[in-house]
């Protein structure tokens, strides 16, 4: 089988989706958006790093709900506060 290009429209990834240019430029424009996202995240001080982050929203884009993520989250965030205070005393 060949990687033989005939146009812009080509598809370039199996067959699943097709992409204007290169699967390059996709996961390099994915990037951009989760820099952003991340960003973003340090501006609201959620105190997520880049790799929970990343979790976060593969978990989102898998079809958890947003909400139910959120009070997940803060849920371990008390639980994790909780068990510190109480090796603390």
Do not use: F, W
């Amino acid at each position: 089988m060949s990687n033989k290009t005939t146009g812009s429209n080509d598809c370039l990834d199996g067959g699943n989706a097709k992409v204007n240019g290169s699967n390059y430029l996709k996961l390099q424009q994915s990037q951009i958006i989760r820099n952003n996202i991340h960003a973003i995240s340090q501006l609201l001080n959620t105190g997520l790093n880049a790799e929970s982050l990343d979790t976060c929203i593969k978990l989102i884009e898998a079809g958890v709900h947003p909400q139910a993520l959120a009070e997940v989250i803060t849920q371990i965030r008390r639980e994790v506060a909780a068990l510190r205070s109480s090796e603390e005393h």
